[in-house]
């Protein structure tokens, strides 16, 4: 009689995921590659599978039949419902293999273990850079084309995202949403805040795959790339000069229009630059 041997089980390289199945293996691995072979024929979006293809389809239907029992937000399919209970729940079940850090996702985990990789595998066709997250390349992409879609109401600034704009916005209502929970500083942006806290954890999980040079922030580790890259995509459109990170060129437009943009809430006088209105601003407590 023949023995049943143990299942082979296949893993997949960059997490925790294991399946009995190739396919599945297959399928999962485009969370990480980035692959999207499946396209919606009615708006052209492209899918890592199937499922995903159809579950999309029914956007162009209206119909939302799944209800969370929580807040009664409604999905169009049961995975999305799932995917968001998880707010609700705080369940993390997805976890990296290289800093056991959890994610509530497996396309967030997917995207955190290229960090670890330095994988890249969203290229820009003008220019031939490289991004680990399909929205970061469509960001990227507005440089060259000059796009701004979102627009500030008070000021008419106008910004490459919406996540931009909203930063913004908070500067000219003062707001700060969010609070450090060590200290009692609070934040317009929540990736601030995200940056802030390493200053008290120390963590620098952002490694330069070049000179190994690690940072607390990602933003910080991109800034840092452009020096062994000597890029400077950031194009000023009335003098031409080029820039390597898009604040560099911010501060020197000021100098074309004579925009001060920062306001001081004690005496309202305005600064040209974020750093003057600071420094400014220790005038009136008594700081040195």
Known sequence: MKKHTKDKLYQCQWCDFKTKYKNYLKRHTRNHTGEKPYFCQVCQKTFSSASALRGHEK??????????????????TSTTLKSHVRVHTREKPFQCLLCDKRFAHSSTLAY??????GQKPFQCEICKKEFR????????????TGEKRYQCQVCQKWFLDSSSLRGHVRRHTGE??????????????????????????GEKQYLCNVCQ???????????????????????????????????????????????????????QKTFSHNKSLRSHEKCHFGEK
């Not at 955190?112 to 990789?117: K, L, V």
């Open 112 to 117: 955190h273990a290229r960090m670890h990789s």
């Open 59 to 76: 956007v162009h239907t209206g119909i939302k039949p799944f209800v969370c029992e929580v807040c009664q937000k409604q999905f169009i």
């Open 133 to 144: 997250h399909k929205t970061n390349l469509r960001f990227h992409e507005r440089i060259h």
């Open 213 to 267: 040079k690690t940072f607390s922030r990602n933003s910080n580790l991109r800034s840092h790339e452009k020096c062994h890259s000597e890029e400077k995509p950031y194009l000023c459109k009335v003098c031409q000069k080029t820039f390597s990170h898009n604040s560099s060129l911010r501060s020197h437009e000021k100098c074309h229009f004579q925009e001060k943009p920062y306001l001081c809430q004690v005496c």
């Open 176 to 201: 700060k949403p969010y609070q450090c929970q060590s200290c009692p500083k609070a934040f317009a942006q929540s990736s601030s805040l995200k940056g802030h806290k390493t200053t008290h954890t």
